[in-house]
Nanobody, 130 residues
Framework: QVRLVESGGGLVQAGGSLRISCAASGLTFSNYAMAWFRQAPGKEREFVAA????????YYADVVQGQFTISRDNAKNTVYLQMNSLKPEDTAVYYC???????????????????????WGQGTQVTVSS
């Protein structure tokens, strides 16, 4: 069974940093593009960042570009999201998602769409206090 398990969330003060992780099992991790989405209270789930199966391409939502960094360690079957300069508006449940590798063109066009990702984790809560 495919499982994606997020960890590393918690409470952090504004301006602080946090790194959350997503450990994958039940799939050949290196064959999957990975992404992070988040959902704040009362808001729809939104795209945060994505990384290709080979880690040669990354994408970020405009609002987090320069603030967050996505990375992956295929040897550990884990994708990370390094979050710096956190703001209260970053408070959300953060979800990781996996999509079997596709063409660069399709990934470029659809990396930020929830429907592209077949597998999802349970989410980890990140709360930023002001």
């Amino acid at each position: 069974q495919v499982r994606l398990v997020e960890s590393g969330g918690g409470l952090v003060q504004a301006g602080g940093s946090l790194r959350i992780s997503c450990a994958a099992s039940g799939l050949t991790f290196s064959n999957y593009a990975m992404a992070w989405f988040r959902q704040a209270p009362g808001k729809e789930r939104e795209f945060v960042a994505a990384i290709s199966w080979s880690a040669d391409t990354t994408y970020y939502a405009d609002v987090v570009q320069g603030q967050f960094t996505i990375s992956r360690d295929n040897a550990k079957n884990t994708v990370y999201l390094q979050m710096n300069s956190l703001k209260p508006e970053d408070t959300a449940v953060y979800y990781c998602a996996a999509r079997y590798r596709t063409t660069a063109s399709r990934f470029h066009s659809r990396h930020d769409l929830e429907g592209e990702y077949a597998y999802w984790g349970q989410g980890t809560q990140v709360t930023v206090s002001s």
